[in-house]
């Protein structure tokens, strides 16, 4: 209320200098649509949508605060945190995260990510977390991960049939989850169909960087690109880590 009033004065003290006093409150009076639409020019309409990042303990850091800086900025998409239990999740790194919702009072989510981690290797193993993948998978516009967060997918069967990458440094363990997943060794990232999965921990800043092209085109993209300061590698097939599969391990 108070920046339309100081807004609304300052107009008034310009038209007085520039036109009169007389015809400038008649002009404010009768014409308030300029000072209205600027106004709301200025508010942002709420978003109605939810992209969920799914937090479980050891997750690597980088997976998930990179791709939130740039998701933070979709158009019509709120980020929020999900674990299994809610409260405080500590990633691998020792970073303390609080999270929205617990997997028991989330509700349906249109775009999730699951980031890598050491525990990947815990979460491969955890029948709650498979089933609230799939649960959620079921009624998600997009279903993403970011790392080792594909060999989670994967153990869900989530990826049987589908294209998917993961971090190549741990490539024997992603693969393992699941041999029906198409494993694409040489990818940055990966997207086929509703599923998006990208190569290791910075690799999901340019694959998030991506997903905002897709969702709200390459313009915006590049502006949040530029506004972070970041070189976005913005080809999926230019992967610089990629390694022969007999290589792997």
């Given at each position: 209320?108070?920046?339309?009033?100081?807004?609304a004065a300052a107009q008034v003290?310009?038209?007085?200098?520039?036109?009169?006093?007389?015809?400038?409150?008649?002009?404010?009076?009768?014409?308030?649509?300029?000072?209205?639409?600027?106004?709301?020019?200025?508010?942002?309409?709420?978003?109605?949508?939810?992209?969920?990042?799914?937090?479980?303990?050891?997750?690597?850091?980088?997976?998930?605060?990179?791709?939130?800086?740039?998701?933070?900025?979709?158009?019509?998409?709120?980020?929020?945190?999900?674990?299994?239990?809610?409260?405080?999740?500590?990633?691998?790194?020792?970073?303390?995260?609080?999270?929205?919702?617990?997997?028991?009072?989330?509700?349906?989510?249109?775009?999730?990510?699951?980031p890598g981690g050491m525990g990947?290797?815990?979460?491969?193993?955890?029948?709650?977390?498979?089933?609230?993948?799939?649960?959620?998978?079921?009624?998600?516009?997009?279903?993403?991960?970011?790392?080792?967060?594909?060999?989670?997918?994967?153990?869900?069967?989530?990826?049987?049939?589908?294209?998917?990458?993961?971090?190549?440094?741990?490539?024997?363990?992603?693969?393992?989850?699941?041999?029906?997943?198409?494993?694409?060794?040489?990818?940055?990232?990966?997207?086929?169909?509703?599923?998006?999965?990208?190569?290791?921990?910075?690799?999901?800043?340019?694959?998030?960087?991506?997903?905002?092209?897709?969702?709200?085109?390459?313009?915006?993209?590049?502006?949040?690109?530029?506004?972070?300061?970041?070189?976005?590698?913005?080809?999926?097939?230019?992967?610089?880590?990629?390694?022969?599969?007999?290589?792997?391990?």
């Open positions: 209320m108070r920046q339309v009033t100081l807004f003290a310009a038209a007085l200098l520039f036109a009169g006093a007389p015809k400038a409150f008649a002009q404010t009076v009768e014409t308030p649509a300029p000072a209205a639409s600027n106004v709301s020019a200025s508010l942002k309409a709420p978003k109605t949508k939810k992209l969920a990042i799914v937090l479980f303990p050891r997750y690597q850091t980088l997976d998930v605060f990179g791709p939130v800086e740039m998701w933070s900025r979709l158009d019509n998409y709120e980020v929020v945190t999900v674990s299994e239990h809610g409260g405080s999740v500590t990633s691998a790194q020792g970073i303390e995260t609080v999270t929205n919702y617990s997997f028991e009072d989330a509700p349906q989510f249109e775009i999730i990510m699951i990947t290797r815990t979460e491969v193993n955890n029948p709650v977390m498979l089933d609230f993948l799939r649960s959620q998978d079921k009624g998600s516009e997009l279903t993403t991960s970011v790392c080792t967060g594909s060999a989670v997918l994967a153990k869900a069967g989530l990826l049987d049939g589908h294209k998917a990458t993961s971090n190549k440094m741990a490539w024997k363990f992603a693969t393992s989850q699941d041999e029906d997943v198409l494993w694409q060794s040489h990818a940055r990232w990966v997207e086929d169909g509703k599923y998006i999965t990208s190569s290791g921990i910075s690799a999901g800043t340019d694959m998030a960087l991506g997903l905002v092209e897709k969702i709200d085109g390459r313009e915006k993209a590049e502006q949040v690109a530029r506004t972070a300061e970041y070189i976005w590698n913005d080809d999926p097939s230019n992967d610089p880590f990629a390694v022969e599969e007999t290589n792997m391990n």
